[in-house]
């Protein structure tokens, strides 16, 4: 963690490099214009080229590696999507606001509807006592001991690396997507229907073109892929060994939260490339309107915030079994660290609870 991040709220916002990040949110047409074109453009033509080689009769093992490229390139996208609903990724808001839907159809996500969710996940993160907001649901050791049986086994199904990396992705973007949240706004709800209606013209138009088996095999593998790969990413941000601000309200800090409850994900250059900058996320939380294509600059040019530990490809998939927030340790554990902790925590209590005489030596038999 950055040797500042214990201060209080007012000293970071007045230390100077913390005010100096605000040069960085300055968005630049030219810079966003380029990502549009150097991964929409592929995009689509490597969507064209699976099309052909399905409807050709190509093995379908040839095209998988294609869908792996395309999908990794709809993250990006997502990226793109992401800094719209920030109001960042362009100077002008109505481009922010055209363009977001756009990209916004493309990974079937509605604007407004996420937009609004994750604008409650920034006021959030890592605030005990407002839980649940755009993030994954974590329960503290003691939630979890008090829940019922029932309940404790569903969080155990949902926290399983199967459910939430493999299945979770694709049930949330191709199916609780299409419904906007119980009290949504009337703007929120037509985000959500013109989103959906733009969806079915496009799956209509594809019907009526190239078959619905071929949109399928297409379409499918490379939404599910990605949205897999997002649901990783935005855990990992957040749900990680070292992770070490978890608050109630009262003691809630935005600035700590995002300094030491939001990860550095240091990842080799081309997956960094592929996600959009977002491992340096616990700059995005600090100031989330800096575009991805500053955040890397950002880093680069603020001494400060390289102090963070960064986390690893290869030690973030540790965090995958981190599920429930030990208050007493103030660290994300596992279920078996839980009930490794119990059992020692029950042999303490009975070793306490014997009679004086019981813990004394016997006798010596020699």
């Known amino acids: 963690m950055i040797a500042s ?21 300055k968005p630049h047409l030219g810079r966003a214009l380029w990502q549009v074109f150097n991964t929409v453009i592929p995009f689509g033509c490597l969507m064209a080229v699976m099309v052909w080689m399905v409807q050709a009769g190509i093995t379908y093992w040839l095209v998988l590696p294609l869908v792996f490229l395309a999908a990794g390139l709809l993250v990006r996208v997502f990226i793109f999507f992401h800094d719209c609903c920030h109001g960042s990724f362009f100077a002008s808001h109505c481009a922010n606001q055209i363009m977001g839907f756009i990209f916004g159809v493309l990974v079937f996500t509605p604007f407004d509807d996420w937009r609004t969710n994750h604008s409650g996940h920034h006021a959030t993160t890592g605030n005990l006592d407002k839980r649940g907001i755009g993030d994954v649901e974590t329960w503290t050791v003691a939630e979890y001991n008090a829940a019922p049986k029932l309940k404790r086994f569903i969080y155990r199904i949902t926290r399983n690396p199967l459910v939430l990396f493999l299945l979770a992705g694709p049930v949330i973007f191709l199916i609780l997507y299409r419904f906007p949240k119980r009290g949504a706004n009337a703007r929120v709800r037509n985000s959500v229907a013109l989103t959906n209606l733009a969806i079915s013209a ?6 009526f073109t190239i078959g619905l088996r071929t949109y399928l095999l297409v379409q499918l593998p490379v939404i599910g892929l990605a949205s897999a790969i997002g649901v990783w990413m935005f855990y990992v941000q957040h749900q990680f060994e070292g992770v070490v601000y978890w608050e109630h309200h009262k003691e809630w800090d935005p ?20 996600s959009g900058n977002i491992g340096l996320h616990h700059i995005h939380h600090l100031r989330p309107k800096i575009p991805n294509y500053n955040l890397q600059h950002c880093f680069d040019q603020t001494p400060a915030l390289q102090e963070v530990a960064p986390i690893t490809l290869g030690r973030s998939f540790r965090c995958m079994f981190l599920n429930l927030w030990d208050e007493s340790s103030r660290r994300l554990i596992s279920f078996r660290t839980m009930k490794r902790k119990r059992r020692q925590e029950q042999i303490l209590a009975a070793v306490n609870d014997l009679p004086a005489r019981e813990l004394l030596p016997g006798p010596s038999r020699d």
């Open 202 to 207: 496009i799956i209509a138009t594809a019907v």
């Open 5 to 25: 991040s214990g201060s209080t709220k007012g000293q970071v916002v007045r230390s100077d490099w913390y005010k100096g990040l605000s040069q960085f949110e």
């Open 255 to 274: 600035i700590r939260a995002a300094l030491e409850g939001s990860s550095y994900y240091k990842l080799p250059g081309l997956l960094q490339w592929f």
